[in-house]
């Protein structure tokens, strides 16, 4: 009996050794531990057996049970381990390896005209200024030679926040042209004033009901055309190449005198006219003229000592104008496949 015991100890050690996995360490166990595993077939013998047979393979069975209990347990942590040292090896984190590159965000394209703008002007000394958004009539038209009822007005399709008609979205950034006069009182007055403005214009694909501006106002002694014109095409040229020439065609407006449109010199076709310009050679690009001499006075400058020029255009049509953009509105959509590509 006892020689049987030790031999079933020898099987289950072999059988230990062999198996792969906890399952098959469990499968072993059972087969010799559980209900009716063969060493417990053996305990329950014992009482059966003649008296002097009893202690002897009692203790043996016993110990045959101890053993291969820690022999199961044994092989199940050494599967175990080999097991996360497999993985270790498996998904070992080489934490010398090169990250792949991060998604970094970037400043829209519209802000990088923008600021290309200010930087361009702030080299000629002008300065940024800003106003709100929210204006008084008196900014955005009184002020600026547009007197209630006057035709001009209904030129602006404007959102009114005020029944009176007091309180506007500004329509243009003109509106900080008294601004500025009033808070740097002496020329000279070099001053720049990007910001966004609204108007009840339908969406399409050239009109938004909001975009972004810059104008542009000098107050200085002597200050003539020759000297507004140097500084569109010094803007114009810095902003889009040197072979871009500016065209001013007069027109009207009643917070300059003489007014003029400013056209840029069309970069795909050079002049010779293209699909991109309208077969015009040029691409309107924004308004301008010397500073009526009531708008001076509105902000406090004296019109017989000092004169100014002023300019403003849309900084979307800027973007188009150097990007070759067909839409307006993907600059408001937000889509990633447009946006990355500046
Ligand atoms: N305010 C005009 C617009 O919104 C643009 C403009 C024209 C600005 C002539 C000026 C200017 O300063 O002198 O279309």
Redo the contacts with the bound molecule.
Sequence with gaps: MINEIKAMVDNALVALSEARNTDEVEQVRWSFLGRAGRITNVLKQIGSLPQAERKPVGASANAARDRIQAAAEARIRELQEGRFARLAELEAIDVTFPAPPLDRGHIHVLNQVRSEVETILERLGYQVEEGPEIETDWYCFEALNLPKGHASRDLQETFFLAEDESIVLR????SV?IRAMERLRTPPIFVIAPGR?YRRDNLDATHLPYFM?V???AVDEGLTVGDLKGTLLYLVQSLFGPERRVRMRPTY?P??EP?FEFDTLCGRCGGAGCRSCGNQGWLET????M?HPNVLRNGGVDPEKYTG?????GIERMALLKYDVEDLRLFYENDLRFNEQF
């Design positions: 329509t243009h950034t003109s042209q403005v501006q104008e542009g106002l407006f917070y300059t007014s924004g308004g301008c003229g500073v020029f002023a300019w403003g255009f």
